[in-house]
């Protein structure tokens, strides 16, 4: 009895920290900004296929339309009501989505942001997705409805209102976020506001949230919520399964709060996974790869059973949040790969690839002044995800995640699920390779001269397509082979200017 009782404990608890991805599915995907009606045909017509086991989309809730500068990515991070309609997308095509998808087995994540409504500086009227009336001088949110009683402005301690300090947890807290009026997440009322809104969208069929701006919400205050939400919608989840939470709070150190004060809630974003393999992987500050052999936890990260993983985020890639210069996107193309392939070949964390869209950078005195320009659209309304013949987007979306090399690497990172980290390699400097049990090996020349050895790889005896060069198709490979003898090694050569200097093979990838 006992025993059992802490079996069901422990299953409670654990049930957060679960995507939920169908069984062999592993990695998740952001879609930034992208429509309901593109994702719910990508799910079907790629991710399903391609093993990606959920999407995690733009706030889903009507925000304050932005018409200086015109219609920018963040003003989705303001928002104006709980009612589903945005850039992306109506309620009935959030639902069409969210049904879609769960039928061919790819979950959605909603970017939930309820730790403020929009800026205070905005002007009062209806210049919102759905339309809805606010003031936010007044504090008048009617489509909520929210009120001045629902807002931190009485608790927070700064003479200007807004955050002042990150060494002050109570202000980080109380305090508003950018102008962002923070509402007063203590309060039942408001509690309830959010959970009604999170389960209208679990109770559509979602699988979990992103919670936007978590460092800025007291943990208890998140627990309160989560408490109130419901289970997940049986129509495609087990019963008495939980939501997925994964809070975003940065934490590179030396300031006043902690990632680990969150772990109880669920997940928590690891900001310094992109930050450091960024450094490694351009070299800088003397790293190197062969340093990679006790990535993760022997790195000072979080526990990986805490952590959600990424190599950039919608904010960093453009300067905003944090990570710094380091963070590789796809703007470097060729060690971008390299990074997202090791972090889908290693075994630490939750892993989300990013999908982003191109806009027109110009630097001034190192700062991208166009780091606000939305996503591609015609007077605002977002373009359509569009697919060229080579299977790349159009319309300057980038679709990293249809990018040969990472999309074979979600397939990698599927396979070695569960297999312990073996076989590491390296040459003392940035020619590093490792395996996953006797299911995938992966080999990185990030060196300024050529690799050639023999290598164990643990894999059985055979021939091997390498998934980086190209595909296996059929029974033919339209890459690079390799040949794994009967005693698990194998030959491997990488020239330092191939456009993609690692190579990867699986049991999936076996001809
Ligand atoms: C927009 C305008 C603002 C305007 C505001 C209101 O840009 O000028 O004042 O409207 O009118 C997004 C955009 C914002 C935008 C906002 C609302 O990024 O520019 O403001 O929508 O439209 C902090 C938070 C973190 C947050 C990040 C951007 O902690 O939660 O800022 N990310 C999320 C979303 C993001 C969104 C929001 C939250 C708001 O992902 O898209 O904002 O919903 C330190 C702290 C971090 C802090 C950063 C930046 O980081 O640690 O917690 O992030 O500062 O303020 C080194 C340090 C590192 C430090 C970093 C930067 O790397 O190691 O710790 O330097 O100083």
């Known amino acids: 009895m006992k025993f059992f009782l802490l079996l069901s404990a422990v299953g409670v608890c654990w049930a957060q920290y679960n995507p939920h991805t169908r069984q062999g599915r592993t990695a998740i995907l952001h879609l930034f900004e992208w429509r309901w009606a593109d994702i719910a045909v990508e799910c079907e017509r790629y991710l399903a296929r391609k093993g990606f086991g959920g999407v995690q989309v733009s706030p889903p809730n009507e925000n304050a339309v932005i018409t200086n500068p015109y219609r920018p990515w963040w003003e989705r991070y303001q928002p104006v009501s709980y009612k589903l309609c945005t850039r992306s997308g109506n309620e009935d095509e959030f639902r069409n989505m969210v049904t879609r998808c769960n039928n061919v087995g790819v979950r959605i994540y909603v970017d939930a942001v309820i730790n403020h409504m929009c800026a205070e500086s905005n002007a009062p009227g209806t210049s919102s997705t759905c339309g809805n009336y606010y003031n936010p001088q007044n504090r008048e949110f009617p489509a909520v409805p929210y009120s001045g009683w629902d807002f931190n402005d009485a608790k927070c301690k700064t003479g200007s209102g807004g955050i002042e300090n990150y060494n002050d947890a109570a202000q980080v ?14 309060k039942d009322y408001v509690r309830t506001k959010i959970a009604e809104y999170m389960n209208y969208l679990i109770d559509i069929g979602v699988a979990g949230f992103r919670l936007d701006a978590s460092k800025h919400m007291w943990p208890g205050d998140i627990k309160a919520i989560l408490d109130k939400l419901n289970n997940l919608n049986t129509n495609w989840f087990p019963e008495g399964s939980r939501p997925f939470i994964f809070q975003e709070v940065i934490d590179l150190g030396g300031e006043a709060i902690k990632s680990s004060e969150y772990f109880g809630n669920g997940r928590v974003t690891e900001f310094k996974y992109g930050a450091k393999l960024g450094t490694v992987i351009r070299k800088w500050n003397g790293e190197k790869m062969a340093y990679l052999k006790n990535w993760g936890e022997g790195w000072g990260f979080m526990p990986s059973d805490r952590a959600l993983v990424f190599v950039d985020n919608h904010d960093n890639q453009r300067g905003h949040g944090a990570g710094g210069a380091s963070i590789l996107t796809f703007w470097d193309a060729r060690m971008y790969k390299m990074a997202v392939g090791f972090m889908l070949a290693h075994p630490y964390g939750i892993a989300r690839v990013m999908s982003s869209y191109r806009w027109e950078r110009h630097f001034e005195n190192g700062k991208d002044v166009n780091d606000w320009i939305g996503p591609p659209n015609n007077n605002g309304a ?31 990172r599927n396979i070695a699920d569960g297999e312990p980290f073996t076989n590491w390699w390296d040459n003392g400097s940035n020619q ?4 996953r049990g006797n299911k995938a090996f992966i080999v990185f020349n990030n060196d300024d001269w050529s690799l050639s050895l023999t290598l164990q790889t643990g894999l059985p005896a055979g021939t091997y397509c390498d998934v980086i060069s190209g ?24 020239s330092n200017t191939a456009e993609d200097p690692f190579i990867a093979i699986h049991a999936g990838s076996k001809l």
Request: net charge negative.
């Open 432 to 435: 590093v390779a490792f395996g």
């Open 173 to 186: 807290r109380d305090c508003r976020l950018t102008g962002l009026l923070d509402l007063a997440l203590e």
């Open 382 to 412: 977002t373009k359509e995800v569009t697919i060229n013949p080579d299977t790349t987007c159009g319309n300057d979306w980038v679709c990293e995640h249809r990018w040969r090399q990472i999309r074979n690497m979600v397939a990698f």
């Open 471 to 494: 595909d296996k198709v059929g029974g033919d490979c339209t890459g690079s082979r390799v040949y794994v003898s009967d005693d698990g090694t194998a030959e491997f050569s990488i």
